[in-house]
């Protein structure tokens, strides 16, 4: 079963607007989350990551917050542009060798 | 221009064939990954090597092998037992220090004919 949740399959934004990922976990020995990025017949691309210890973490126009008791961390686009449409994944690890478990992914279409 | 290359990007296999992609990294990364991409589904791990000549099975190796003889190298081999192939594939790396990948390639997708 996955390890990581992530809501929702796919969300539709429009031009400027604000594009909200979010993502749940149970296994409290994780301690580092990454979000990728990917375009369609393409690698991820590494985005930005979180270790547990702060509560938010932001790089330009994308944001993580982290809710380390509720189990949960998210992702924010905001004023999202047409090319920020691509599919975003995010993902937890236990360690510093720990083994990625990703979720499922969330397919972000911006409008013009 | 450093950065991981797989190819082909798009194979055919023949049922009861067994097919190898290839990765090569010129990142001078020690860490190589595999992962496997399904649709509707996250990346899942198939292989990984921390170092030349050493490599662990993920959580989906059955079907699979894998070689790491040189650094820049893991070429990934679907044998004939992998009863579901079809699906796209992913090399990844990282350096030292870091158990998590870094930087993806491109993909090969692999079918079945």
């Known amino acids: 079963q996955q390890q990581v949740k992530q809501s929702p399959q796919s969300l539709i934004v429009q031009k400027g607007g604000i594009s909200i990922i979010n993502c749940a976990y149970e296994?409290?020995?994780?301690?580092?989350f990454p979000w990728y990025q990917q375009f369609p017949g393409k690698g991820p691309a590494l985005l930005i990551a979180?270790?547990?210890?702060?509560s938010e973490k932001k790089e330009g126009r994308f944001t993580i917050s982290f809710n380390k008791s509720a189990k949960q961390f998210s992702l924010h686009i905001m004023d999202s542009q047409p090319g920020d449409s691509a599919t975003y994944f995010c993902?937890?690890?236990?360690?510093?060798?720990?083994?990625?478990?990703f979720g499922a992914g969330t397919q972000v279409v911006v409008t013009p | 221009d450093g950065g991981i290359t797989q190819s082909p990007k798009y194979l055919f296999r023949k049922e009861g064939q067994n097919v190898t992609l290839s990765c090569e990294q010129n990142l001078n990364h020690d860490a190589m990954y595999w992962y496997r991409q399904d649709p509707g589904q996250g990346l899942r791990l198939i292989y990984y090597?921390?170092?030349?000549?050493?490599?662990q099975k993920g959580d989906i190796a059955e079907g699979y092998s894998v070689s790491r003889e040189k650094k820049e190298s893991f070429p990934l081999t679907v044998t004939s037992a992998q009863k579901n192939p079809t699906a796209f594939y992913l090399c990844?790396?990282?350096?030292?220090?870091?158990?998590?990948?870094?930087?993806f390639g491109d993909g090969t997708r692999l079918s079945i004919l």
């Open positions: 990844a790396s990282s350096d030292e220090g870091r158990g998590q990948p870094q930087h």
């Open positions: 993902a937890a690890a236990t360690d510093s060798w720990g083994k990625l478990q």
């Open positions: 296994n409290t020995a994780f301690d580092y």
């Open positions: 979180i270790r547990p210890d702060v």
């Open positions: 090597s921390q170092i030349v000549n050493d490599f």
